[in-house]
């Protein structure tokens, strides 16, 4: 039998969770809106496809696409959301996060672009490389963004070297591969902990909230996954398109294929993408039905 205690913490955490789904719900819909809500001082653990307090534990579906650490602790959170296209609209992802975590950028390569991008309310700093070695411990988790660099190359100061290695990691993107490499901190250093893949900015924010490249890989299937989904509906509109316009002016730029996405590579499908967004344009400005 239960005791007292485990019962309040048990409806403790059942309440923490159906809170999470409304606010899931509520930050998805209200896209590149950021959202401060005061949540209990309790630790909520985030993956691919759960959200747990204690021992009590929430699935997040396949259509909910969540980027967080693995563990959100404190009495803040941070709820923003971006819609992802390819070109059309695919899905929005919903990126959680807390005041307490820092996220440095290292300015090179897009990284300014990325930094602007986030809300005024997210804990962030952009320095130079060489700055790298005078940033301090100052009480907060901190996530260091890397463009175009190797991580392991880079000394942290001895202050940070100091730190438990699970409050300091790093992201690498590397814009050549469209790859983010995830690290961790082994002392004064970072050591590698995994890659995959990226398609558009809102996978590198997705990538730099996430805890792990386990959860951030899954949370990319799923995307992807969504993107074949409507990618089929787009197919049907455009053969539609193509056996009403057959025999006009706009026929040409229906033949532009939507193909499988599950079976192709980042180079096919950045390539596919361009070319719909091509023969979008040409639809538009010749007065055509468009393909989205």
């Not at 602790?73 to 975590?101: C, E, M, Q, S």
């Amino acid at each position: 039998m239960l005791k007292g205690r485990e019962v309040s913490d048990l409806a403790i955490a059942e309440t923490i969770l159906t809170n999470m789904q409304t606010i899931m719900t509520g930050a998805e819909v209200s896209v590149r809106t950021i959202n401060p809500i005061k949540i209990p001082d309790k630790e909520i653990r985030v993956s691919c496809d759960s959200i747990a307090v204690g021992k009590v534990s929430s699935p997040i579906t396949k259509n909910k696409i969540v980027f967080a650490l693995e563990a959100i602790k404190g009495r803040t959170l941070l709820a923003w959301a971006l819609d992802w296209n390819a070109p059309y609209h695919v899905t929005n992802f919903l990126y959680f996060t807390t005041p307490n975590i820092k996220y440095i950028f290292i300015n090179s390569g897009n990284a300014e672009e990325i930094y602007n991008m986030l809300p005024g309310g997210i804990n962030k700093i952009i320095i130079e490389p060489d700055n790298i070695i005078n940033i301090k411990d100052t009480g907060n988790y901190l996530r260091f963004v890397f463009f175009n660099q190797n991580p392991e190359t880079v000394a942290l100061s001895p202050s940070l070297g100091k730190l438990p290695d699970n409050k300091v990691s790093a992201i690498n993107v590397n814009e050549n591969f469209n790859e983010i490499e995830f690290y961790k901190k082994s002392g004064a250093k970072f050591k590698s902990a995994g890659n995959a893949i990226y398609l558009g900015n809102p996978m590198i924010l997705g990538a730099m909230f996430s805890g792990n490249s386990r959860d951030y890989k899954c949370n990319v299937e799923k995307a992807f996954n969504k993107l074949n989904i409507v990618s089929q509906v787009y197919e049907r509109r455009t053969n539609a398109l193509k056996r009403l316009y057959s025999g006009t002016g706009c026929i040409s730029y229906y033949s532009t294929p939507i193909m499988d996405y599950s079976k192709a590579s980042i180079a096919e499908i950045k390539s596919a993408i361009e070319s719909i967004e091509i023969s979008n344009r040409y639809l538009q400005s010749s007065s055509c039905p468009t393909i989205y």
